[in-house]
């Protein structure tokens, strides 16, 4: 077990480029969620996959905003367009489901994104 | 409006004091309960949660928590700060299932030597 990983860690993009993040869940779980964190505030729940099914987005999750899970394992979250505002950390997590006794998710480090 | 509060922005405390930060929360039923640490630069760590039962639940690095239903609160406590408990703390809610987490806005723990 590797935990959750995310790549890259930071990312600087100048307004208007378009940016995607990937996460890599624990390998067995299969539950995935995206979070976005900004500077003195908890992280804020953006939306999650089980398997490779999109099962519920955050009015967050504007139309620039796009997330993959394509064979249940790896996802990634595509920022299209990015905006001064998107600046802020993206968080991803991932978990069983509770009938496998998945009642906490596993957070990765986090990818920083810094908008110019 | 449904919401995740923790009151204390930021607390400092001494080395070796005892240490609670407050959660509370305003959902119709009993949610599931966390308590998330994150240290600069990392993700969240998972110290404790509550599901059901005993409502005084034991986490890791010595951390415990107390859910009382009748105050709609669940605060960490900690008889005893170290130095590496330095960090930021966040309550998370999820009322409907494990997958429906809210974070409150985290509370900033500085410990003084």
Request: aromatic fraction near 12%; charged fraction near 20%.
């Amino acid at each position: 077990d590797t935990g959750v990983s995310q790549d890259p860690r930071h990312k600087i993009t100048k307004r208007g480029q378009n940016v995607t993040f990937r996460c890599d869940p624990i390998s067995e779980h299969n539950r995935l969620y995206w979070y976005r964190q900004t500077l003195g505030q908890g992280p804020e729940f953006l939306t999650y996959f089980q398997n490779e099914a999109q099962l519920e987005k955050s009015r967050l999750l504007s139309d620039r905003f796009s997330a993959e899970r394509p064979k249940g394992s790896f996802s990634t979250l595509e920022i299209q367009r990015t905006e001064q505002g998107d600046s802020a950390m993206y968080l991803c997590a991932s978990s069983l489901e509770e009938g496998q006794g998945g009642h906490e998710q596993y957070f990765g480090p986090g990818t920083r994104l810094t908008v110019t | 409006a449904q919401s995740v509060t923790q009151p204390d922005i930021h607390i400092t405390v001494s080395e070796g004091a005892s240490l609670e930060l407050r959660c509370n929360y305003s959902y119709g039923a009993t949610p599931y309960l966390f308590w998330y640490v994150q240290s600069p630069g990392q993700g969240l760590q998972l110290l404790l949660k509550y599901f059901s039962g005993d409502t005084l639940v034991q986490g890791i690095k010595g951390f415990e928590a107390e859910f009382k239903r009748s105050q709609s609160s669940f605060n960490l406590r900690k008889p005893s700060v170290h130095w590496s408990d330095a960090a930021e703390y966040f309550c998370a809610v999820a009322p409907v299932g494990p997958y429906d987490m809210r974070f409150g806005a985290g509370t900033r723990l500085t410990v003084k030597p």
